[in-house]
């Protein structure tokens, strides 16, 4: 059975950081784009962060840049997202996601496999 299951999220104040972890078991993804998603109470699920399969291309979503990176550890089948000078507009569920290609898209489609979400809130 595959799995990909978040872990790190929790509730940290204006300003603070976080590092999400996602872990995948059942198959190796060491082929495969990974990308993090959010969604807010009462809006869909947005892009965040993504990287291709040897993490030498990364993509972030414009609201990100420069406060979150992205990076994946293929040995250990795992993808981090370090979030830094986090604000209330971040508080979310982010999801952890596995692209059925080589390459990352920034649209929810084309990833296959997805976490149970770990949720994320910004107290201001």
């Known amino acids: 059975q595959v799995q990909l299951v978040e872990s790190g999220g929790g509730l940290v104040q204006a300003g603070g950081s976080l590092r999400l972890s996602c872990a995948a078991s059942?198959?190796?993804?060491?082929?495969?784009?990974m990308g993090w998603f959010r969604q807010a109470p009462g809006k869909e699920r947005e892009f965040v962060a993504a990287?291709?399969?040897?993490?030498?291309?990364?993509g972030y979503a414009d609201f990100v840049k420069g406060r979150f990176t992205i990076s994946r550890d293929n040995a250990k089948n795992t993808v981090s997202l370090r979030m830094n000078s986090l604000q209330p507009e971040d508080t979310a569920v982010y999801y952890c996601?596995?692209?059925?290609?080589?390459?990352?898209?920034?649209?929810?489609?084309?990833?296959?496999?997805w976490g149970q979400g770990t949720q994320v809130t910004v107290s201001s």
């Open positions: 996601a596995a692209h059925r290609s080589s390459s990352y898209s920034t649209s929810t489609r084309g990833y296959d496999y």
């Open positions: 059942g198959r190796t993804f060491s082929n495969n784009a």
């Open positions: 990287l291709n399969w040897s993490g030498g291309s990364t």
